[in-house]
């Protein structure tokens, strides 16, 4: 009797055996989506760098303030600059004076034109005379050629000269209008010593303390947008080009338990992370939660096609993809959208085919 039972228990278990491993496909709703790692952002998050380098002075704000745009929120010390704005100062002031005709570059240039210019006239006249008199054939032609000498070597004199002041004038003006440069640029610099927002918005975080080294290389804080804020979604290479722009996402977040929000793409940013094979996507909330802060974590599926009362099988009853194992043996089939756990079947089968799991 008792080997019956034991009998009766194993046909009861193959049974039991074969029917869960043989189903028929069923029509359902099929939704297919993208998985994505979700961290919130505020929007417009950017980090606060410095113009020069020098010491952290003062720190104008603190961790959560609220700022507008122009707003100090450090003050930098450094003594380099300051010195540059003077030296540039005096430079710029020695140029002036230098083009405007008051020093005694041009005003020797000019003094010699016009002394050489006054002799240029008298030359001119005591050779004009002399011609006359050698076209008399008065004179001699040793005398003759000593008067036209002179008188082309005044003339050269004079040419001469006026080139020279010529091309001073413009190498003054020319040293004059790049010491004005050089002023302008060290008046920046020194302005630079005290950095402000560039946004209206929140200062998340501070990242040095007064009496540290600042440098043009390290930032010293992050402000992003007080109350807009954004979903950063990281997603595989493989699946990246499935989407695109006006999206729905479905978020979970950490923070809120079994809450759900959904969310809207809005910017895929074309550069890959090499380091963990992933693009960034950025989307926006359609209703934010109440309250956010940056960093919290979550998961995303960003629904990429929607069918409705389509044919599906379970995806563990795949073979390679795109086979199935029925009564008859293996089928070849064509599959479309597929979920986690389910498959859209186009064509191969149909609703009233016996299909067998395959052996794992």
């Given at each position: 009797?008792?080997?019956?039972?034991?009998?009766?228990?194993?046909?009861?278990?193959?049974?039991?055996?074969?029917?869960?491993?043989?189903?028929?496909?069923?029509?359902?709703?099929?939704?297919?989506?993208?998985?994505?790692?979700?961290?919130?952002?505020?929007?417009?998050?950017?980090?606060?760098?410095?113009?020069?380098?020098?010491?952290?002075?003062?720190?104008?704000?603190?961790?959560?303030?609220?700022?507008?745009?122009?707003?100090?929120?450090?003050?930098?010390?450094?003594?380099?600059?300051?010195?540059?704005?003077?030296?540039?100062?005096?430079?710029?002031?020695?140029?002036?004076?230098?083009?405007?005709?008051?020093?005694?570059?041009?005003?020797?240039?000019?003094?010699?034109?016009?002394?050489?210019?006054?002799?240029?006239?008298?030359?001119?006249?005591?050779?004009?005379?002399?011609?006359?008199?050698?076209?008399?054939?008065?004179?001699?032609?040793?005398?003759?050629?000593?008067?036209?000498?002179?008188?082309?070597?005044?003339?050269?004199?004079?040419?001469?000269?006026?080139?020279?002041?010529?091309?001073?004038?413009?190498?003054?003006?020319?040293?004059?209008?790049?010491?004005?440069?050089?002023?302008?640029?060290?008046?920046?610099?020194?302005?630079?010593?005290?950095?402000?927002?560039?946004?209206?918005?929140?200062?998340?975080?501070?990242?040095?303390?007064?009496?540290?080294?600042?440098?043009?290389?390290?930032?010293?804080?992050?402000?992003?947008?007080?109350?807009?804020?954004?979903?950063?979604?990281?997603?595989?290479?493989?699946?990246?080009?499935?989407?695109?722009?006006?999206?729905?996402?479905?978020?979970?977040?950490?923070?809120?338990?079994?809450?759900?929000?959904?969310?809207?793409?809005?910017?895929i940013l074309p550069a890959k992370d090499m380091r963990n094979q992933t693009f960034t996507v950025e989307a926006i909330f359609e209703e934010e939660p109440g309250i956010l802060y940056p960093g919290l974590s979550g998961e995303a599926n960003i629904i990429i096609a929607v069918k409705?009362?389509?044919?599906?099988?379970?995806?563990?009853?795949?073979?390679?993809?795109?086979?199935?194992?029925?009564?008859?043996?293996?089928?070849?089939?064509?599959?479309?959208?597929?979920?986690l756990e389910k498959v859209e079947i186009l064509s191969g089968i149909s609703e009233d085919d016996w299909i067998l799991k395959p052996a794992q």
């Open positions: 009797m008792r080997s019956f039972l034991v009998f009766l228990m194993f046909i009861s278990l193959v049974c039991c055996d074969s029917k869960e491993d043989r189903i028929q496909p069923k029509r359902t709703d099929l939704t297919e989506s993208v998985y994505a790692s979700a961290t919130v952002q505020p929007d417009s998050l950017y980090k606060v760098y410095a113009a020069v380098s020098g010491i952290l002075d003062d720190i104008l704000v603190e961790e959560g303030d609220t700022v507008v745009i122009g707003e100090p929120v450090v003050k930098i010390i450094n003594t380099n600059p300051a010195l540059s704005s003077e030296n540039a100062k005096l430079a710029y002031e020695l140029a002036k004076s230098n083009y405007s005709g008051n020093s005694a570059i041009l005003k020797t240039l000019e003094e010699e034109i016009a002394a050489a210019r006054l002799k240029l006239s008298n030359d001119s006249v005591n050779y004009c005379r002399q011609k006359n008199l050698w076209d008399q054939q008065i004179g001699s032609k040793a005398e003759y050629d000593t008067r036209k000498l002179a008188y082309d070597l005044s003339k050269n004199t004079v040419a001469r000269l006026e080139n020279n002041y010529s091309r001073t004038k413009e190498e003054l003006e020319t040293q004059f209008q790049q010491a004005g440069n050089q002023y302008k640029s060290a008046l920046v610099t020194t302005g630079d010593f005290t950095v402000k927002s560039k946004i209206n918005g929140t200062v998340y975080s501070l990242l040095k303390n007064p009496g540290e080294l600042v440098s043009t290389l390290e930032p010293i804080a992050t402000i992003g947008s007080t109350n807009d804020f954004i979903i950063e979604l990281l997603i595989d290479e493989v699946d990246v080009v499935k989407v695109r722009k006006a999206q729905k996402v479905i978020v979970s977040l950490d923070s809120y338990g079994n809450r759900v929000f959904t969310a809207i793409i809005s910017r409705e009362d389509v044919l599906t099988i379970p995806k563990l009853y795949l073979i390679d993809e795109n086979k199935v194992k029925t009564e008859d043996g293996i089928v070849e089939i064509e599959t479309g959208l597929q979920d």
